[in-house]
């Protein structure tokens, strides 16, 4: 068995059909149906169970996939090497950021890595969708109760969201000093599409949740912050939105007594666990690893 017949079986269980294996792979459906037909009589056991959409590999595929795998990582690491040798750190390094932490915090450390490493190329997408990892993506960053079991994900810490409102908001209004009067309160935060929004509050080991009516949603933390600032009602986001507000006075928060909890209180970086990574995306995860400690 050679290295084309184990990068061609790892090329269809990663794309999960022949179809999209064969686009990736510049062939026809029928040519990839073929070669696996051969690898298989070969191997003289069956490596992948195929249905009219998908294939899925048997325990042998599975095996012999893993072992395609890491061949074909040493493959490419040993190709970098060649290709990088002499030069600085080169090399393309896509991430997905989501929208509010990427824009207020970490545009920040990215334009410092930039700086640091300007021979890395960034592709940088800020975005919250839930599938976060793509052919184009290398590195995500989410805010999430789990992680994913089938990606490698590392802790950057946990996230605080408050309750607040502008100074101005709250001398004409007041702030809600019971959990209970969110449900009554204009309510500024980012939401879910087709589902109730719940906040969920916990204080000395007890549990309450209130089901939230919003008057403001966006999944833009930037928006939100400035229609925070406008005075259009109580904000419940993650505290960096408004840390440097609440520090000038400018916002009040309030309910402190309490954690909240909408999405999930704990940030992560996932990568694929069984993915090349070149060294420019290994510099990048642990120079965003180190600027998510000195957060802590």
């Known amino acids: 068995m050679d290295l084309g017949a184990l990068t061609l079986l790892v090329e269809i269980i990663d794309a999960g059909n022949l179809s999209l294996a064969a686009r990736k792979l510049r062939m026809t459906r029928a040519n990839v149906s073929y070669h696996l037909n051969q690898l298989e009589k070969d191997a003289g056991v069956q490596l992948v169970r195929r249905t009219t959409r998908r294939v899925e590999p048997t325990e042998v595929g599975r095996r012999l996939y893993e072992h395609g795998r890491r061949v074909q990582n040493e493959m490419l690491a040993a190709r970098e090497t060649i290709a990088t040798f002499g030069q600085g750190l080169q090399g393309r390094v896509g991430l997905s950021v989501p929208s509010g932490f990427g824009e207020l ?40 109760a789990e992680p994913p079991p089938s990606l490698v994900a590392r802790d950057l810490g946990n996230v605080r969201y408050l309750a607040c409102a502008s100074r101005a908001y709250a001398e004409q209004h007041g702030l809600p000093t019971q959990l209970a009067q969110l449900a009554a309160t204009p309510v500024i935060t980012s939401g879910v599409q087709g589902r109730q929004l719940r906040v969920r509050a916990y204080q000395g080991g ?23 600032l406008a005075g259009l009602g109580v904000g419940i986001v993650p505290d960096y939105v408004v840390k440097d507000a609440i520090a000038g006075g400018e916002v009040l928060s309030t309910l402190d007594d309490y954690r909240l909890s909408i999405f999930g209180t704990s940030m992560y970086l996932l990568y694929m666990p069984d993915r090349h990574q070149i060294r420019a995306v290994r510099t990048c995860i642990e120079f965003l690893l180190e600027k998510a400690r000195s957060l802590a």
């Open 105 to 144: 915090v970490m545009s920040q450390w990215l334009i410092e890595f930039k700086r640091q490493f300007p021979g890395i190329v960034l592709d940088v997408l800020f975005e919250n969708r839930a599938d976060v990892l793509r052919d184009e993506v290398d590195i995500a960053i989410r805010v999430m």
């Open 206 to 228: 007890e549990r309450e949740d209130v089901i939230l009516e919003p008057t403001l949603i966006s999944e833009h933390f930037p928006f939100l912050r400035k229609a925070i």
